[in-house]
């Protein structure tokens, strides 16, 4: 008997074997496609839909996939965002063209190149002081423009019951959010200069998304299975801070805002952190954890799956882990089908495995690349599971 999507996932999300992997794709920033090649994947597939973005934002560069190519693109997942408020969102659209982009935050992005925008913009960038945390002008988080539209199309979702729900509100976290105020080079830095400023500005940060999530939580209220948090923790071959240092400062954090996610919701918690994290697994289960992601297969011990799968399958369900440094940008489309091929039998042997890219689907992927690795877990996922 057909299952539908929502079943597959929740059978994944408890380590069971569904008829094949679950796809998450289209769903969130860490999940998504960028602009460029969502449109060739349209022009491909001859579907007419309009150029949308992410989170309403066009700098991010992310699209907001049409319903048909969600559907062609076998997506299990359908998610639920919020947005920036109204006068901000507003503010951007009207702005100078080629001028910095300033979310509510009083951060932003500068174009570096036509149509490419980097973080560049930091309101807090030569703050060291905890005074200097105090005065800044901290974004107001209970505009009730920024989850207006959550409650009703979180419970459209649920009513038709076909999609697993994920919610991804864009605070950027802790450390990211920190990244975003200062510089990643100078937060680093900050880290071992002040260290009593840098952890009160992550905990200052802590506060001040908790203000959002709350009524974004309450506004799901149960139409949700999976809400997306996350930090990028590693690089192609350690991690951006020791393991005491992670211990010490962050992951007090990272357990608080588990611990806060669950005294709201029963949906499973779904964490995104980039790079060589195999060091941090084993403190990502200790918070509980639900799902990890993106695994970053060209990077460090993540590149052993194997050993992933044999230490971790059971305590943990893996979303990613199709390669898009080397296989999706640069392979054949039969190269991508044996790497999805070779994914799925290590990491989907006995459930817990959801597919997806290793982070956004950037504009270096062909569109055929994109529909060799969803058809290879269509094809592929069901005829193993017969062969089984």
Same mark, same amino acid.
């Given at each position: ?25 289209? @769903? $969130?920033?860490?999940?998504? !496609? ?37 559907? +062609? ?36 992005? +500068? ?12 309101? !807090?960038?030569?703050? @060291? ?45 802790? !450390? ?61 071959? $350690? !991690? ?5 240092? *992670? ?64 230490? *971790? ?39 817990? *495995?959801?597919? $997806? ?22 094809? *592929? ?8």
């Amino acid at each position: 008997m057909d299952i539908t999507p929502r079943e597959r996932v929740l059978m994944a999300l408890e380590h069971e074997a569904p008829d094949r992997p679950p796809i998450i794709l289209g @769903t $969130s920033n860490a999940t998504g !496609l960028k602009m460029q090649t969502y449109r060739r994947l349209k022009a491909l597939l001859g579907i007419e839909a309009p150029d949308e973005y992410l989170y309403g934002w066009p700098e991010l560069g992310t699209a907001a996939i049409d319903e048909e190519t969600m559907s +062609r693109l076998h997506s299990d997942v359908r998610g639920v965002l919020d947005l920036e408020p109204a006068n901000v969102l507003e503010r951007n659209r009207t702005r100078e063209p080629h001028s910095d982009y300033i979310d509510s935050w009083g951060s932003g992005a +500068r174009e570096v190149k036509p149509d490419e925008w980097f973080p560049m913009v930091h309101p !807090l960038a030569g703050a @060291t002081t905890i005074e200097e945390i105090e005065a800044h002008d901290w974004p107001e988080m209970s505009d009730p423009t920024r989850v207006a539209h959550v409650c009703a199309q979180a419970e459209q979702l649920a009513a038709d019951n076909q999609y697993a729900i994920m919610a991804t509100p864009w605070l950027l976290f802790p !450390l990211e959010r920190a990244f975003a105020m200062q510089g990643m080079d100078t937060f680093l830095m900050n880290m071992a200069l002040y260290p009593d400023f840098t952890e009160a500005l992550l905990w200052k940060l802590q506060d001040v998304c908790k203000q959002l999530m709350e009524p974004f939580l309450a506004a799901l209220g149960p139409n949700v299975d999976m809400i997306k948090i996350g930090d990028d923790l590693g690089t192609q071959e $350690s !991690l951006l801070m020791s393991p005491d240092m *992670y211990r010490r400062v962050l992951k007090p954090i990272h357990a608080d805002w588990v611990e806060f996610i669950r005294a709201h919701t029963d949906a499973k918690v779904f964490f995104h952190t980039d790079g060589d994290v195999f060091p941090l697994i084993d403190d990502f289960v200790e918070m509980g954890i639900d799902i990890l992601n993106p695994i970053q297969t060209s990077a460090g011990k993540m590149s052993n799956i194997d050993e992933l799968r044999d230490r *971790y399958g059971s305590k943990i369900v893996f979303c990613g882990a199709i390669d898009t440094q080397r296989i999706l940008p640069h392979g054949t489309p039969d190269e991508v089908r044996a790497e999805v091929h070779r994914v799925i039998d290590i990491l989907g042997q006995a459930g817990g *495995y959801m597919v $997806s890219s290793v982070h956004t689907i950037m504009d270096d992927v062909p569109a055929e690349n994109v529909l060799a690795m969803v058809d290879a877990v269509e094809d *592929y996922g069901r005829s193993r599971n017969r062969s089984h």
